[in-house]
Each structure stands twice: as structure tokens, then as C-alpha cells.
């Protein structure tokens, strides 16, 4: 969670740099924005039984149908493949696997006993050898102050919302495009 508000604090400011504006954001017209909300919802909801993980993967289905519907709009291409590859290490391992290593690496060792116990929940779990495609997992540690382990799927992922926020900065009204003589193209 750090992670995605250091991501949204340099996107802004970037964008700010870049001349931009946060009010160019609500002219992106992000369409099924409701499939995204349930999708994270479906993330943290734990029931018992099998169905955390079916939860899990059917999160990953919204989000993906979410991001492909919106793959006009900049930084969308990126979210998708973040979310493929998420999803994909997490379907083939029923969890995503979490590298030692790079929980020791980014200040987390103590959490190791928490993925490892019998209420570790599904979302995550400590990477053994029997993983799949265990690179695709949370093997990359960021250090204090964000103490974070995260997956190659992330950085695309925040690499996206980063391209959307300010692209999305930098976006001008239609009057004030019009305003401007700028030519406007349907479409």
C-alpha cells in the first residue's frame, strides 16, 4: 500500500511538472470502473474453506476484463501485463509466492512465520522450489521506509498507474482544446 501512495505522490507530482493538472484527471472516462472496486473487494473478503482463492482468481478476472475495456486509455497496456503476469503466478501456484530473501532484504524477515503458518491465508505464501515461475512472484525487496516485496508484476502495474495519472494530468478539456484552436478529431 506504500508502494501505490509513493506511485500516485511522484505520478502527481510528475505531472505537475509536466504542466499538468489534477483536474485533467476526471476527463478520463475510465469505463466499468464498478468491475475494479469489486475486484479489490474480492481481494481482501476471507472466507473459509477453498473460497479465498477462488475469490482471489475471480478478482483477477474483473480486474483483467476491467484493464482490457480501458486499453485506450494511456498506461492501460502496461496494467495489463502487470495484471497477467500477477495472475498468472498466482494461478499456477494457487497464491503468489513470496521470496525469503527478499522479505529479509526489505526489512520484513519477521513476516516469514506469518506465510508459513496455518493462517497464512491464500493471497500470498512463502516461495518453496515446487513454485511455478517462482521469478514471477514477490522476489523484488525495496528497502525501509517502504519495506515492500514485490513481483515483476507490480512494477508494471505501478508503472501503468503512473503513465495514466499523469497522462491523464496532462489531458485538456474539449473547450479548452476548441479554445485554444486546437483541431479536434471524433473518435
Do not use: C
Not at 508502494?3 to 469505463?31: I, W
Not at 497477467?84 to 494457487?94: C, E, K, P, R, T
Not at 518453496?128 to 523484488?140: C, E, K, Q, R
Amino acid at each position: 500500500m506504500k508502494l501505490l501512495a509513493l506511485t500516485l505522490l511522484l505520478s502527481v507530482a510528475v505531472g505537475y511538472l509536466l504542466g499538468g493538472r489534477v483536474s485533467g484527471l476526471g476527463g478520463l472516462r475510465l469505463r466499468w470502473a464498478p468491475l475494479a472496486l469489486a475486484a479489490l473487494v474480492l481481494q481482501v473478503i476471507v472466507p473459509p474453506g477453498t473460497w479465498p482463492l477462488v475469490l482471489l482468481l475471480t478478482s483477477f478476472v474483473l480486474l483483467s476484463v476491467f484493464v482490457v475495456v480501458n486499453r485506450r486509455i494511456a498506461g492501460f497496456w502496461l496494467i495489463l501485463v502487470g495484471v497477467a503476469l500477477n495472475f498468472a503466478v498466482i494461478g499456477l501456484n494457487g497464491g503468489m509466492p513470496v521470496s525469503a530473501g527478499a522479505l529479509a532484504a526489505s526489512g520484513q524477515a519477521s513476516t516469514v512465520g506469518e506465510l508459513t503458518g496455518p493462517d497464512h491465508g491464500v493471497k500470498h505464501h512463502l516461495a518453496t522450489g515446487t513454485d511455478t515461475a517462482g521469478f514471477l512472484g514477490d522476489v523484488i525487496a525495496i528497502p525501509p521506509p517502504l519495506a515492500q516485496a514485490i513481483s515483476l508484476g507490480d512494477i508494471f502495474t505501478y508503472g501503468g498507474v503512473a503513465v495514466v495519472v499523469i497522462s491523464g494530468m496532462r489531458r485538456r478539456g474539449a473547450a479548452e482544446s476548441v479554445g485554444r484552436g486546437e483541431v479536434q478529431h471524433a473518435g
